[in-house]
Every structure is written in C-alpha cells, then in structure tokens.
C-alpha cells in the first residue's frame, strides 16, 4: 500500500535498494524509483515478459550491457509512474510506454500521462514521476 498523507499535506512516495533509500514529496502526486546502475539481471527476459510491444522493438541490436541499461532505465520511470498512478506493478508495467525522445509516459489504457525525470546520483539511477513543475510547483526529493 502506497503511503498517503492527510488532506492538505501533499503526496509520498518511497522507493529503496539494497543500499539507498528515496523518499519524494510535491503537492502534486508523486512516484520515485531507485536502482543501482550497476544491478545485474536478464534483462532479455524481463523486456519480454513485462514491457510494450513498442518499447522491445526500439531495443533490437542492442548489445547485452546496453539493452541491461535500457531495461533498467525504463524500469524505474515505469515503476515511478505506476507509483504516480497508485497502479499495481503487475498490472500497469506492460501498458505504461516511454522513450529517451519523450518526456513523459503514458498509459493509453487509462488515458494517463506524467512527466518522468530521470538522474543518476553515484552508483544509483533515479526516476521521479510527477507533473508539479507543470502546476507551478517543484517537487522535493531526498536520498539520505
């Protein structure tokens, strides 16, 4: 269950790793999502089994360590998005589409669509999803 706050107080969201913990905050609802860059994982069949047509054939040719890279990198704006959602990872991962060219992600299904900021800080990648900045307001994010 995704954390909620009262009335008035704005929205949260939290993500962690083996090693880091991200907590964000707007007034506008939230999702973030960290990973270590350097996270090892079959990322051929993950790309297969949970992400969009669309987005598994814009990754064909890639080497192994770049389709690791894209995979993760999609991973955490998607998981960040479906967290923007209050969605279910099981559910949503497949129907959330985004690219390097867009900048945001979109769930055609429900018609959704959330600007996703990407950064890497060290040894971890970060996604924020979250349309504040576009209502006037800048959201808050802390990696302790």
Known sequence: ???SLEPGWGHVSISHTRDALLLGWS???IGVDIERADRCFNAAALAQRFFHPEDRASWKGLSSDALRREVLRQWIGKEAAIKWQKGSLAMDLGRWSWSHSQAHARHPDQGLQVKLR???VGHWWLAIANNALEAGHTPMVCLP
């Open 1 to 3: 269950m995704a954390p």
């Open 27 to 29: 007034r506008e609802a």
């Open 118 to 120: 990407h950064m890497t």
